[in-house]
């Protein structure tokens, strides 16, 4: 596609649930990364695919949040026993270069 | 570890001004630096970044940032300010010693700029 495209672009969720996040790159695009970002802060790593593989998932905060990319396009972020704390803009982005990225437009996740 | 610092929180600037939003950083090696802005209810936007070379860089929308090694900085700056160019703007460092190219970024927590009539 033309840019990146996340579903839902918000969601609302009960806590305790389980969520699950999609991120569509741009075609082509063989790096994928998900990042998070809280009221008032810049965004924060959560992981970074290269091709089908997760080549650093460093930045996931506990064994609730895992993501998949399963032929190397489409990714999604899975959490679960999602908690209030977890509520955030979830932004994906894709890149061919390694040194520009471009981010889609985000999902907002609120767990109430 | 790799860090930056945007110190201010709000920069006011009146339209046809010169504006500058101070971004300053922390890490080992050679920096990979960037500056994104965000408008509401979008996703960041790639301004310009700075991998080698001059030391001056120039991007979208006639904005400008200076890297300078010596005060570990890359301020980014735009000779005449637009109403629209109101927005929140990030600036990022990617983490040296990678070697595949891809780099993970480590944001500053933005600066909001307000640019008045």
């Known amino acids: 596609g033309a840019g990146v495209s996340q579903t839902p672009s918000n969601k609302v969720t009960e806590k305790g649930k389980y969520v699950e996040l999609r991120c569509d790159p741009i075609s082509g695009h063989t790096a994928l990364y998900w990042y998070r970002q809280s009221l008032g802060q810049g965004p924060e790593f959560l992981i970074y695919f290269q091709g089908t593989g997760a080549a650093d998932d460093s930045g996931l905060p506990n064994d609730r949040f895992f993501a998949v990319r399963p032929e190397g396009s489409v990714s999604t972020l899975k959490i679960q026993r999602t908690e209030r704390g977890d509520s955030a803009v979830y932004l994906c982005?894709?890149?061919?270069?390694?040194?520009?990225?471009?981010f889609g437009s985000g999902t907002r996740l609120t767990v109430v | 570890a790799q860090s930056v610092a945007q110190p201010e929180d709000q920069v006011n600037v009146a339209e046809g001004n010169p504006l500058t939003v101070k971004c300053t950083y922390s890490v080992s090696g050679n920096p990979y630096l960037f500056w994104y802005v965000q408008y509401p209810n979008r996703g960041l936007q790639f301004l310009l970044k700075?991998?080698?070379?001059?030391?001056l860089v120039k991007g979208s929308y006639g904005f400008e940032a200076e890297f300078n090694k010596s005060q570990t900085s890359f301020h980014l700056k735009k000779p005449s300010a637009l109403v629209s160019d109101s927005a929140l703007y990030f600036c990022?460092?990617?983490?040296?010693?990678?070697?595949?190219?891809?780099?993970?970024?480590?944001f500053g927590t933005g600066t909001r700029l307000l640019v008045s009539p």
């Open positions: 990022a460092v990617s983490p040296t010693g990678m070697n595949t190219g891809f780099q993970k970024l480590v």
């Open positions: 700075y991998i080698t070379g001059d030391n």
């Open positions: 982005a894709s890149s061919s270069s390694g040194y520009g990225y471009t």
